[in-house]
């Protein structure tokens, strides 16, 4: 089993880091996403461990909260592919098929 970051879940952790650089603790954005990818390696050994996403309620379409933020997954057969990390207030919309 392997993990995969889309290019849309980096630009969603680039924004956390932005963020939290805009609002003085830089150090804290830094601290989260590695806490964030820390955490997401729980996926290897089991990768259906998140709950299914209820905006689509598809099976292989999962995610991971680490408050506050969904760390959103696709579940393939062999792989895992992290597609958003997006606060938990938000409702998700999928990347279109160019924007992964």
Do not use: C
């Not at 209820?54 to 393939?76: A, D, K, N, W």
């Amino acid at each position: 089993m392997k993990i995969f970051v889309s290019n849309s879940a980096y630009s969603d952790l680039e924004d956390i880091e932005e963020y939290y650089r805009k609002e003085g603790v830089a150090h804290i954005g830094k601290q989260l996403i590695e806490a964030i990818i820390e955490h997401a390696q729980v996926l290897l050994d089991n990768p259906d461990i998140g709950r299914i996403v209820p905006e689509f309620g598809e099976e292989q379409i999962r995610e991971l909260i680490h408050s506050p933020f969904r760390v959103v997954y696709l579940r393939g057969p062999n792989s895992i592919h992290i597609i958003r990390v997006w606060r938990s207030e938000r409702m998700l919309r999928l990347p279109d098929e160019g924007e992964t």
